[in-house]
């Protein structure tokens, strides 16, 4: 078996979640967070949308943690991305975590913006 050292560029890969916030490239983000091709922050939530419309333009696609378990976010959140052209799927933030450093190692142009595991 041939093994390959996965080398992320500027975008750092989540390492960690838990109830209280993440682990991403070795620091620790209390709370809900956004990880995008400029950086990582600390995000609030569903109604917290601007920074994620922001993403418009640098990113293909944006995954949406929604907790332990996989859940629609509240239509308003989804009508704004839609309306903004912003590309999301949604998914159970252990499952976005997992799917967002595997296309992060690919060199993919994407986003995550998760809630913490509660």
Known sequence: MRLNEVVFTDAKPVEGYATDGFRVGGEVVRGHVLCHPGGV????GYDDVAPLIALKDTVDVLFLGTGAEIAHPPKATRD?????GVGFESMATATACRTYNVLLSEGRRIAMAALCVE
């Open 41 to 44: 922050l600390k995000w609030q």
């Open 80 to 84: 704004a991305l839609t309306e903004a």
